[in-house]
């Protein structure tokens, strides 16, 4: 499987009379856009924000992140959620680098929304403060879920998805200049060279959100939700090409945007080393699934998968905490007993105070563990001169890290608007799929 | 007495001068060894034996020095901790230290134990130093800053630079680092940080699979506490000619607590008459209640027999389906109670099953 990503770096973005990208300035003709996004019946008010890095904004509830991206020739870009279902993965996919389109709640919040700080000590806790960020501000008429703690933000998370490829058409027909060209190509397993073959083969064991048995809620992949899922082998160019796009449930600081499966930087770094030090097999895609019995399945589906393809060793991380962890736990063990070295990437949720077991369930055997942030950390951040969405939604709907009253701390929004809130609501924070900065360490 | 170089606090602008605390024992006191080890706690205004070298290495004056026999503080902890809480009431203090320890188990044990109630009382840091080899670094190790320390008194000067150098941080209010780069033992408690030339994630997780793969050593983010497994026992060679006994760190105790056993964090245990029980009477009785604060007492207040499942074990009894039930249950609580106090207070319960033949033991929790 061949896969080119064409990029054209964004170095501003405006509106304008026409949409269109010249000399990295992607001008957006904002009348156009919205009427793309009001297609939807259920979208009832809609408007886009640009957040610049660096600019005094704060944004919040954010729902998802997805790089503009068009598929030549017009091939799906999300198949199975935007688009029918076929491949993706090979082929030329164009993008707007360094922008995201972001879906804001125009009032709304929900338990996996998270805040992002384009400027100040609160632009360190998200990735997506380094980005053009392109907010779809938007309502919808999803009155069922309006007052719910849980929300499957589907109109607003489609619209998104509509809007990036909607974007990322404006370059279809730009050739890219050839620094900014990626290609990811594998070929298959049994037909690699010998100087590939004898170098330790390793897979990237990707567990992804599948926890509500209700649908709407999960991460999808081809548009099947994760939760009625066994693990299975994918090409890492699938990932990489919009084959999974993120759900709506995971505390947010734990969640993987869909932008952060596009640009998976595990994935990209295993393809530096392909070759050279390590022979990377592919994905082994897996699943976080409540129920025991289903977690001890996936964690069997995946150890045999990798010993039948021959893995020397296997890379595992998890999107989420708490419940997640027993399935993180069990594919570490059920690899290392299938003679799988593995390295684990996860989050901790060790309290505010620090104090609490890292990992809901912990086996000497996990031995290896890249540590990428603590959940419960609170953190206390000024005003912002402007807000994108509604700051309110932080005290009010129920978002992981935040609360309406607190006996010591008050509420998570001041009279002021300076905040308070644990990492948990920091929008994608902890970046397990490689990103982060952060570590954990004992005090 | 030694006063600190006065000429130094004027230089400092008139700032009035820090002031620091040191517990030691009989032994470094200078009153005697084994002997005197049941010296009633004291305080001396000034330095006694190793403040003299705190008082030079620190950024503060130490102004008192507090001195309790080992065995003194060992056998009656709690009238020695109100003894010294009392002595300190009334002062200015910004710093509390303790030892250093190295390898002595009693003098860490003191100073553990009276680090920990002067740091909880008075808000006061306190710091101290222990060989590895102490028990006194896993007992107390989450509560007190402990720096690792040498075996004997050779390394008093290395030890206490440490604990003075760390105390001199804090006397600054310059921000503290994590326990490998500042030099204590590690208190538990994780936090999240941005390192200096951090690499992102990815790269850390291949490069530390590759060292995985090929043998190298790799330094784990997330360190695994070792697991002390317990074998299972062999199974009882005959059930009704054995004595059973009930052991809980479900926190049932006689209504008046009497050996006064801690809610949260437990070091105390009792063991309580139930020969010639049928049954556990209840709190409104006057009875047993539950004093463990990690859970909702009132089922057990309402029914001890649910924690301590005594009711059923008597008609087990009865049937001849179990031999005797042993004559006393014992008791802890369990939450927020550290492994090593917990593997002690089994260890002594032990010690009275043994004597008492007992076969075999039903451990309840919460």
Request: proline residues 4%; charged residues 25%.
């Given at each position: 499987?061949?896969?080119?990503?064409?990029?054209?770096?964004?170095?501003?973005?405006?509106?304008?009379?026409?949409?269109?990208?010249?000399?990295?300035?992607?001008?957006?003709?904002?009348?156009?856009?919205?009427?793309?996004?009001?297609?939807?019946?259920?979208?009832?008010?809609?408007?886009?924000?640009?957040?610049?890095?660096?600019?005094?904004?704060?944004?919040?509830?954010?729902?998802?992140?997805?790089?503009?991206?068009?598929?030549?020739?017009?091939?799906?870009?999300?198949?199975?959620?935007?688009?029918?279902?076929?491949?993706?993965?090979?082929?030329?996919?164009?993008?707007?680098?360094?922008?995201?389109?972001?879906?804001?709640?125009?009032?709304?919040g929900s338990?996996?929304?998270?805040?992002?700080?384009?400027?100040?000590?609160?632009?360190?806790?998200?990735?997506?403060?380094?980005?053009?960020?392109?907010?779809?501000?938007?309502?919808?008429?999803?009155?069922?879920?309006?007052?719910?703690?849980?929300?499957?933000?589907?109109a607003?998370?489609?619209?998104?998805?509509?809007?990036?490829?909607?974007?990322?058409?404006?370059?279809?027909?730009?050739?890219?200049?050839?620094?900014?060209?990626?290609?990811?190509?594998?070929?298959?397993?049994?037909?690699?060279?010998?100087?590939?073959?004898?170098?330790?083969?390793?897979?990237?064991?990707?567990?992804?959100?599948?926890?509500?048995?209700?649908?709407?809620?999960?991460?999808?992949?081809?548009?099947?939700?994760?939760?009625?899922?066994?693990?299975?082998?994918?090409?890492?160019?699938?990932?990489?090409?919009?084959?999974?796009?993120?759900?709506?449930?995971?505390?947010?600081?734990?969640?993987?945007?869909?932008?952060?499966?596009?640009?998976?930087?595990?994935?990209?770094?295993?393809?530096?080393?392909?070759?050279?030090?390590?022979?990377?097999?592919?994905?082994?895609?897996?699943?976080?699934?409540?129920?025991?019995?289903?977690?001890?399945?996936?964690?069997?589906?995946?150890?045999?998968?990798?010993?039948?393809?021959?893995?020397?060793?296997?890379?595992?991380?998890?999107?989420?905490?708490?419940?997640?962890?027993?399935?993180?736990?069990?594919?570490?063990?059920?690899?290392?007993?299938?003679?799988?070295?593995?390295?684990?990437?996860?989050?901790?949720?060790?309290?505010?105070?620090?104090?609490?077991?890292?990992?809901?369930?912990?086996?000497?055997?996990?031995?290896?563990?890249v540590?990428?942030?603590?959940?419960?950390?609170?953190?206390?951040?000024?005003?912002?001169?402007?807000?994108?969405?509604?700051?309110?939604?932080?005290?009010?709907?129920?978002?992981?890290?935040?609360?309406?009253?607190?006996?010591?701390?008050?509420?998570?929004?001041?009279?002021?608007?300076?905040?308070?809130?644990?990492?948990?609501?920091?929008?994608?924070?902890?970046?397990?799929?490689?990103?982060?900065?952060?570590?954990?360490k004992?005090? | 007495?030694?006063?600190?170089?006065?000429?130094?606090?004027?230089?400092?602008?008139?700032?009035?001068m820090?002031?620091?605390?040191?517990?030691?024992?009989?032994?470094?006191?200078?009153?005697?060894?084994?002997?005197?080890?049941?010296?009633?706690?004291?305080?001396?205004?000034?330095?006694?034996?190793?403040?003299?070298?705190?008082?030079?290495?620190?950024?503060?004056?130490?102004t008192?020095?507090?001195?309790?026999?080992?065995?003194?503080i060992?056998?009656?902890?709690?009238?020695?901790?109100?003894?010294?809480?009392?002595?300190?009431?009334?002062?200015?203090?910004?710093?509390?230290?303790?030892?250093?320890?190295?390898?002595?188990?009693?003098?860490?044990?003191?100073?553990?134990?009276?680090?920990?109630?002067?740091?909880?009382?008075?808000?006061?840091?306190?710091?101290?130093?222990?060989?590895?080899?102490?028990p006194?670094?896993?007992?107390?190790k989450?509560?007190?800053?402990?720096?690792?320390?040498?075996?004997?008194?050779?390394?008093?000067?290395?030890?206490m630079?440490?604990?003075?150098?760390?105390?001199?941080?804090l006397l600054k209010?310059?921000?503290?680092?994590?326990?490998?780069?500042?030099?204590?033992?590690?208190?538990?408690?994780?936090?999240?940080?941005?390192?200096?030339n951090?690499?992102?994630?990815?790269?850390?997780?291949?490069?530390?699979?590759?060292?995985?793969?090929?043998?190298?050593?790799?330094?784990?983010?997330?360190?695994?506490?070792?697991?002390?497994q317990?074998?299972?026992?062999?199974?009882?060679?005959?059930?009704?000619?054995?004595?059973?006994?009930?052991?809980?760190?479900?926190?049932?105790?006689?209504?008046?607590?009497?050996?006064?056993?801690?809610?949260?964090?437990?070091?105390?245990?009792?063991?309580?008459?139930?020969?010639?029980?049928?049954?556990?009477?209840?709190?409104?009785?006057?009875?047993?209640?539950?004093?463990?604060?990690?859970?909702?007492?009132?089922?057990?207040?309402?029914?001890?027999?649910?924690?301590?499942?005594?009711?059923?074990?008597?008609?087990?009894?009865k049937?001849?389906k179990?031999?005797?039930?042993?004559?006393?249950?014992?008791?802890?609580?369990?939450?927020?109670?550290?492994?090593?106090?917990?593997?002690?207070?089994?260890?002594?319960?032990?010690?009275?099953?043994?004597?008492?033949?007992?076969?075999a033991?039903?451990?309840?929790?919460?």
């Amino acid at each position: 499987m061949r896969l080119e990503i064409a990029n054209f770096p964004v170095t501003d973005v405006i509106f304008g009379e026409k949409t269109s990208y010249q000399d990295g300035l992607l001008s957006i003709n904002k009348d156009e856009a919205l009427a793309i996004i009001r297609e939807d019946e259920h979208i009832t008010s809609a408007d886009l924000v640009i957040a610049r890095p660096g600019e005094n904004k704060r944004i919040v509830p954010v729902k998802e992140a997805i790089e503009p991206r068009y598929k030549i020739a017009d091939l799906p870009v999300f198949p199975g959620v935007t688009d029918r279902v076929a491949t993706v993965g090979t082929g030329r996919t164009v993008a707007l680098k360094g922008t995201a389109v972001l879906a804001v709640g125009e009032h709304w919040g929900s338990f996996g929304d998270g805040l992002i700080d384009m400027s100040g000590a609160g632009a360190d806790y998200t990735y997506f403060s380094n980005l053009i960020n392109i907010c779809l501000v938007a309502d919808t008429d999803e009155e069922f879920e309006r007052l719910e703690q849980q929300k499957k933000n589907h109109a607003l998370r489609w619209a998104a998805h509509q809007l990036a490829k909607y974007l990322g058409a404006v370059v279809k027909d730009l050739e890219p200049g050839i620094e900014n060209l990626e290609v990811y190509e594998l070929p298959p397993i049994t037909k690699r060279t010998k100087e590939v073959n004898d170098l330790p083969s390793v897979v990237f064991v990707m567990q992804a959100q599948s926890q509500m048995e209700e649908m709407g809620y999960n991460d999808l992949v081809y548009g099947w939700d994760m939760n009625h899922f066994v693990p299975t082998l994918m090409h890492p160019n699938e990932i990489l090409d919009g084959a999974i796009i993120s759900g709506s449930f995971m505390p947010c600081s734990s969640k993987w945007s869909t932008y952060d499966f596009q640009n998976c930087p595990i994935i990209k770094g295993l393809y530096q080393e392909h070759g050279k030090t390590l022979n990377f097999l592919g994905i082994i895609l897996s699943n976080l699934n409540v129920n025991l019995e289903q977690k001890q399945r996936s964690a069997l589906f995946v150890a045999q998968i990798a010993q039948s393809l021959g893995a020397d060793g296997a890379i595992l991380a998890e999107e989420g905490y708490g419940n997640p962890d027993a399935d993180f736990i069990e594919c570490f063990v059920a690899l290392e007993d299938a003679g799988v070295k593995t390295v684990g990437v996860t989050n901790e949720c060790t309290g505010r105070d620090g104090r609490s077991q890292p990992l809901v369930t912990l086996d000497e055997k996990a031995d290896a563990i890249v540590s990428c942030g603590n959940v419960s950390e609170l953190i206390e951040l000024p005003p912002m001169e402007v807000v994108i969405g509604e700051l309110q939604s932080l005290t009010r709907d129920g978002l992981s890290g935040g609360w309406a009253d607190d006996e010591k701390l008050g509420p998570s929004v001041k009279a002021d608007g300076s905040i308070i809130l644990e990492n948990n609501s920091m929008f994608c924070g902890d970046q397990v799929l490689g990103w982060s900065p952060k570590t954990v360490k004992e005090f | 007495m030694v006063t600190k170089d006065s000429e130094r606090i004027l230089s400092e602008g008139g700032v009035e001068m820090k002031k620091a605390i040191l517990y030691i024992n009989q032994f470094f006191a200078g009153i005697g060894g084994e002997e005197q080890a049941d010296h009633v706690p004291e305080i001396r205004e000034g330095l006694v034996g190793p403040a003299i070298l705190l008082n030079q290495l620190l950024d503060a004056e130490i102004t008192h020095t507090i001195i309790c026999g080992d065995n003194f503080i060992g056998s009656r902890e709690a009238e020695a901790v109100e003894i010294i809480l009392g002595f300190l009431a009334e002062r200015k203090f910004d710093l509390f230290f303790a030892g250093p320890a190295f390898q002595a188990g009693r003098y860490g044990n003191a100073c553990g134990v009276i680090g920990r109630a002067v740091q909880a009382r008075f808000a006061v840091p306190a710091i101290s130093s222990m060989n590895k080899e102490n028990p006194g670094v896993e007992m107390f190790k989450k509560d007190i800053y402990i720096f690792p320390g040498g075996k004997s008194a050779a390394k008093m000067r290395d030890d206490m630079k440490k604990m003075a150098e760390f105390g001199n941080k804090l006397l600054k209010g310059e921000q503290t680092g994590f326990a490998e780069n500042e030099g204590y033992y590690g208190r538990g408690i994780r936090h999240q940080v941005w390192l200096k030339n951090a690499k992102p994630a990815a790269e850390r997780a291949i490069a530390m699979l590759l060292k995985k793969l090929h043998g190298e050593e790799f330094q784990t983010e997330l360190p695994i506490p070792k697991i002390d497994q317990v074998p299972i026992a062999d199974p009882l060679k005959d059930l009704s000619k054995a004595t059973i006994a009930l052991v809980t760190s479900g926190g049932i105790v006689p209504v008046d607590n009497p050996d006064r056993i801690q809610s949260a964090s437990a070091t105390r245990w009792g063991r309580y008459r139930i020969s010639g029980l049928d049954k556990l009477g209840n709190r409104k009785q006057g009875k047993f209640k539950t004093i463990h604060a990690g859970y909702d007492p009132a089922a057990g207040d309402d029914d001890p027999n649910r924690v301590v499942p005594l009711d059923a074990l008597r008609t087990y009894e009865k049937e001849g389906k179990i031999g005797k039930v042993h004559d006393y249950f014992y008791s802890t609580v369990g939450t927020g109670t550290t492994e090593a106090e917990a593997a002690r207070m089994g260890r002594e319960i032990v010690a009275y099953l043994h004597q008492a033949g007992v076969d075999a033991v039903v451990l309840t929790a919460t």
